[in-house]
């Protein structure tokens, strides 16, 4: 049966309670670097689409110019 021990517990829920929150904040921490990340990564793969559909749009008009230059 658990006995009242007075300031011993009081220090020990102390020591759990202050592991307890740097455990929460280093999986915080994982978490906002993994959102960090997929935001980065989400932004490189909309200015290489963005990059793509350019490089389109440069050879559409290219081609059009060739075309009008043998009309």
């Given at each position: 049966?658990?006995?009242?021990?007075?300031?011993?517990?009081?220090?020990?829920l102390?020591?759990?309670?202050?592991?307890?929150?740097?455990?929460?904040t280093?999986?915080?921490?994982?978490?906002?670097?993994?959102?960090?990340?997929?935001?980065?990564?989400?932004?490189?793969?909309?200015?290489?689409?963005?990059?793509i559909?350019?490089?389109?749009?440069?050879?559409?008009?290219?081609?059009?110019?060739?075309?009008?230059?043998?009309?």
């Amino acid at each position: 049966m658990h006995t009242d021990d007075g300031r011993r517990d009081m220090d020990e829920l102390f020591v759990r309670g202050s592991q307890s929150v740097r455990n929460s904040t280093a999986v915080g921490q994982v978490a906002g670097l993994g959102g960090l990340l997929a935001i980065l990564t989400g932004t490189v793969s909309v200015v290489a689409a963005g990059a793509i559909v350019a490089g389109g749009v440069v050879l559409l008009i290219g081609g059009m110019l060739v075309v009008l230059l043998f009309l």
